[in-house]
């Protein structure tokens, strides 16, 4: 089958750091997307991997391991315009279709 | 701006009644995706086409259907309208499986 796991909220404080996990599982997969929703906004990407490793983006960076079907996005010195809801999302070039999962609403508070 | 034109941006109807929400994809692209987001809810996937066929279904109601068109726009009909299909309802296009980019949504009300 194809799932995607990730939490449905975190909270966090400015200035820390903050890690979303994700999980996957899909097949012919291809590559592991991150998204930023502001509330009643469209999705707007953020990041792209397709080998294993760290991608360091500014303040936001995203990791994957395509062994253990697993990716995380990092965001540093968090500020209050970061609380959003931030998704991931599994590329599978074989079945030309991009699957989300339900989104992790993060909280930053002052 | 994503490239993704969907309108109209917001809708009110009634209860019972049919509408159709449009969107025309990216230049180039060929998959357009069909999601409906609940107030304070994830994205759920309700359909996908790839260069005018049906690809995925995910949790699509009977009372909803679309299609994708020679041109590569999409149409999604919501019919028989009830007051919890009042959501935000995004279309996305991607070239097949990469980079979804999304359009700014339709705000439906159903009153």
């Known amino acids: 089958g194809q799932n995607i796991d990730q939490p449905t909220e975190m909270t966090a404080t400015e200035g820390a750091i903050v890690q979303i996990n994700c999980t996957y599982q ?43 079907g697993y990716s995380y996005l990092l965001l ?21 279709k991009t699957i989300f999962g339900a989104g992790t609403r993060l909280f930053v508070k002052a | 701006d994503s490239g993704v034109t969907q309108t109209p941006k917001h ?19 060929l998959s357009v995706y069909w ?14 086409y790839y260069n005018g066929e049906e690809r995925a279904k995910g949790n699509i109601l009977e009372r909803f259907s679309a299609q994708q068109f020679p041109d590569l726009h999409s149409e ?3 019919s028989s309208l009830e007051l919890g299909d009042s ?3 995004f279309c996305a296009s991607s070239v097949a499986g990469g980079q979804a980019f999304f359009g700014q949504g339709t705000r439906l009300t159903v009153v």
Request: charged share 15%; proline share 2%; aromatic share 12%.
């Open chain 2, 76 to 78: 999604l009909n919501l």
């Open chain 1, 76 to 96: 540093k010195e968090l500020q209050m315009k970061d609380s959003a809801s931030y998704l991931c999302a599994a590329s599978n070039t074989g079945g030309f």
């Open chain 2, 87 to 89: 959501a935000l309802y």
């Open chain 1, 26 to 68: 899909t097949s012919g997969f291809n590559g592991l997307f991150w998204y930023q929703q502001h509330a009643g906004e469209a999705p707007t990407f953020l990041s792209y991997n397709v080998l294993d490793g760290l991608e360091e983006k500014g303040r936001f960076s995203s990791f994957l391991s395509r062994s253990k």
């Open chain 2, 11 to 29: 809708l009110i109807t009634a209860t019972g009644q049919r509408v159709t929400l449009r969107c025309s994809p990216r230049s180039g692209d």
């Open chain 2, 35 to 48: 999601y409906q987001q609940s107030l304070d809810q994830g994205l759920q996937f309700l359909i996908q």
